[in-house]
């Protein structure tokens, strides 16, 4: 199996999903000329020609709109956004418009869209450029929300999400796209609304998506040198979530720790202990812990930086205080 | 002689045509005159915005659309929705929040579609479906249709970042786009000029290159003039348009409002009544000899029997199905 970046097999999804279906199209800030700002688009500009691969202006709800328009008459848009943090100028035609025009027409308006591009805090870009959104979209019904972990994901998962017949937000870690794995030609597609075990373990269930999922498995490999057996389990896609993966896990571990890039308050991580408490309650032997980003805009200092982030350090000692080993 | 016969023909066929209008307009008149006794009457809900003064804008542009070409509006789309052709009783259920309405429902008022007629939308954020209709402008272009997209908004949403980010795209994309901007000199209670730096609005469309007109809305005729140049210059090779057709609210923003009172006098609105868009145009055909007191009569009731038949119909239909709650929040699945 050949092994691709996660930016390649982002790549890789887009070239062959526009090759089979010419309703899909990509649009947004310098996807064509400049092949992209993370230069996941490369190659499509000559590839599929400028009618297909299309640069917009700097207005982020403009060509989101732009993209939800032609989603309402039948075409499949990609719509690019540079990093999510300036998708915020989107969020009207989103959540208004994307995820609610299907419903409030009585079903009578199509919205096969995906709305892409990197999330979470890359090495000092602060405040304005270091956020996670995955808890608000995940908020709305109507969207779907999926983030990748890994290369063979962030392919799979996209040929999904550019498939599915609902709106997608679909999340890029920004400090995922050099990242190798293996990734399988051709037609692998990996569906919407399914967890994975990334890895197997007895004692303690770690639930994690995106950038922490590499750090819980860092994680993981430390303690077993401790004779700790963790469970890594990928959500791989936040709404609808896999809850069954997760409550499977928690049964068999009793104890949980939910890592998250995002903010504390109202996480995701929130919705996941509030499924794992209504409905395995007498399954678990210790409460379940939540790590997550400072509840702090990001600091620029380097040092501050690191504190304000999730870390290998940080998961480990949480998986060791739901075994009462702190 | 074959010639004089052909021209008599054409004549009573732009005769019929016209009174239809006139009737599109009276249906609409009567429509939301019957709509704000049920809003008082607890019939219909929510908010409720009526379109009275304003007919002839809708069925005036409409009226030179083709079947096949997509039209968004604001949440004061009643009348585009009649104009266009979704029957009253279907617009009066979905007001009634009815099972039978265009959006079996789950719309009301503001959030009226029938797709088959490419009517995509009440919406309800000022100036949020510009971008949407430009997108339809940009899908008729991508499959090298010639449609055009149509869209309907309020003065007040020319200084929304939507408009000017929409508008940049179908100026440099060469959109088939028209934007109709019913300017009613108030957005809810803010009169234009304290709410807009330049009044002249349809100067705006020199920004983005694109084609501009500013229209008398209370007169039918010039409306469509004006929007026949519009849709030629749509069609193929498309090139956009800015239509600012001036007009008036002769009721309050919504039915919580008064017809004047702190933002606008009621001798000003007096002095708009008498350019009722309906009696401009009564006036037009009875001088050209196409309409007579009979006829009018005859149309007057038939549109008073459409517009009861609909509230009659509205008030016995079904609510949804309480299963509705939770459908069309996604597709179907393929399996469904």
Known sequence: MPTLTYRDALNQALREEMARDADVFLMGEEVGVYQGAYKVSRGLLEEFGPNRVVDTPITELGFAGVGIGAAMVGLKPVIEFMTWNFA?????????????????SGGQVPMQIVFRGPCGAALQLAAQHSQNFESMYANIPGLKVVIPATPADAKGLLKAAIRDPDPVVFMEGEMLYNIKGEVPEGEHVVPIGVAEVKRAG???????????????????????????????????????????????????????????????????????????????????????????????????????????????????????????LD | MATARAGRKADTKTAEKYRHYLRQMLLIRRFEEKAGEAYSLGKIGGFCHLYIGQEAVAVGTISQLRPDDYITATYREHGHALARGISARAVMAELFGKATGCSKGK????????????????????????PLTTGMGFAIKYRNADQVAICYFGEAAINNGAFHEAANMAGIWKLPCIFICENNRYGMGTALDRATATWNISERASSYDMAREVVDGQDLGEVMAAMDRAVVRARRPASPTLLEIRTY???????????????????????????????LWDDKLRAENILDDATMEKMDAEVKAEVQDAYDFADQSPDPEPAELYTDVYAPRASE
């Open chain 1, 88 to 104: 915020l100028l989107a969020i009207d035609q989103i959540v208004n418009s994307a995820a609610k025009l299907r419903y409030m």
């Open chain 1, 202 to 324: 007895d004692h303690v269930t770690i639930v994690c998506w995106g950038k922490t999922v590499a750090l819980a498995l860092k994680a993981a490999d430390q303690l077993a040198a401790e004779e700790i057996s963790v469970e890594v389990v990928d959500l791989r896609t936040i709404r609808p979530l896999d809850v069954a993966t997760v409550l499977a896990s928690v049964r068999k571990t009793h104890r949980a720790v939910v890592a998250e890039e995002g903010w504390y308050f109202a996480g995701v991580g929130a919705q996941v202990v509030d499924e794992i408490q209504s409905q395995a309650f007498d399954e678990l032997d210790a409460p379940v812990v939540r790590v997550t980003s400072a509840d702090v805009p990001m600091p620029y200092n380097k040092h501050l930086e690191k504190a304000a982030k999730v870390s290998v350090e940080r998961i480990a000692a949480a998986v060791k205080k739901v075994l009462y």
């Open chain 2, 107 to 130: 719309g009301g008022s503001m959030h009226l579609f029938d797709a088959s007629l490419g009517f995509l939308g009440g919406h309800g954020i000022v100036g949020g479906h510009i």
């Open chain 2, 249 to 279: 609210r002769f009721v309050g923003h919504s039915m919580s409002d008064p017809i004047h009172g702190h933002y606008r006098t009621k001798e000003e609105v007096e002095a708009h009544r008498k350019r009722d868009p309906i009696s």
